[in-house]
T-cell receptor
Framework: QQPVQSPQAVILREGEDAVINCSSSKALYSVHWYRQKHGEAPVFLMILLKGGEQKGHEKISASFNEKKQQSSLYLTASQLSYSGTYFCGTEAGGTSYGKLTFGQGTILTVHP | DAGVIQSPRHEVTEMGQEVTLRCKPISGHDYLFWYRQTMMRGLELLIYFNNNVPIDDSGMPEDRFSAKMPNASFSTLKIQPSEPRDSAVYFC???????????FGEGSWLTVV
């Protein structure tokens, strides 16, 4: 089952903040976040394992609510380089260990 | 360190022809994934292997698609015969397993005319 991302698209001015959400109907073991620029491969941002931890990477951080099977990606003080499509990938437990299923993506555009 | 290596990077072929895409995963990675990306369907998992064994091929669209992993350092995705609707970017990716980062290759851009 594919996770659901929201919103589908976000338009920001430099310096503004954004939140991208990812939810699943399955119990999750891990959530992965990637950013993809046009014509390139997805690039890894961060991974969150079950346990509800929050991670940070410069001005990009994420949280994982295991009970709600939801994750959120927080982008603060956005820069032009943040533009791209953001994907969450979810890994369920049980027989699906190791298998990553991606959401439909959120297109983020940052303007000067 | 070399990342995931895919070939060819770009291929244009005629409908009905056989297409073979190749992938070399990162050394030591036990998991290998084949994804397909299109505007309409997004990033779809086609098949993945663990220790060279196919674990889940439920995403393979139809019998025209087949994938093999004869050894730990090589995998192929074959389409025979190819159709225009197969036009997409095919990504190979690898990881150490559950809870670990999945690294993507640069993709194979396939156009079937």
């Amino acid at each position: 089952q594919q996770p659901v991302q929201s919103p589908q698209a976000v338009i920001l001015r430099e310096g503004e903040d954004a939140v991208i959400n990812c939810s699943s109907s399955k119990a999750l073991y891990s959530v992965h976040w990637y950013r993809q620029k046009h014509g390139e491969a997805p690039v890894f941002l961060m991974i969150l394992l079950k346990g509800g931890e929050q991670k940070g990477h410069e001005k990009i951080s994420a949280s994982f609510n295991e009970k709600k099977q939801q994750s959120s990606l927080y982008l603060t003080a956005s820069q032009l380089s943040y533009s791209g499509t953001y994907f969450c990938g979810t890994e369920a437990g049980g027989t699906s260990y190791g298998k990553l299923t991606f959401g439909q993506g959120t297109i983020l555009t940052v303007h000067p | 360190d070399a990342g995931v290596i895919q070939s060819p990077r770009h291929e244009v072929t005629e409908m009905g022809q056989e297409v073979t895409l190749r992938c070399k995963p990162i050394s030591g990675h036990d998991y290998l994934f084949w994804y397909r990306q299109t505007m309409m369907r997004g990033l779809e998992l086609l098949i993945y292997f663990n220790n060279n064994v196919p674990i889940d091929d439920s995403g393979m669209p139809e019998d025209r698609f087949s994938a093999k992993m004869p050894n730990a350092s090589f995998s192929t995705l074959k389409i025979q015969p190819s159709e225009p609707r197969d036009s997409a970017v095919y990504f190979c990716a690898s990881s150490l397993g559950s809870g670990n980062t999945i690294y993507f290759g640069e993709g194979s851009w396939l156009t079937v005319v």
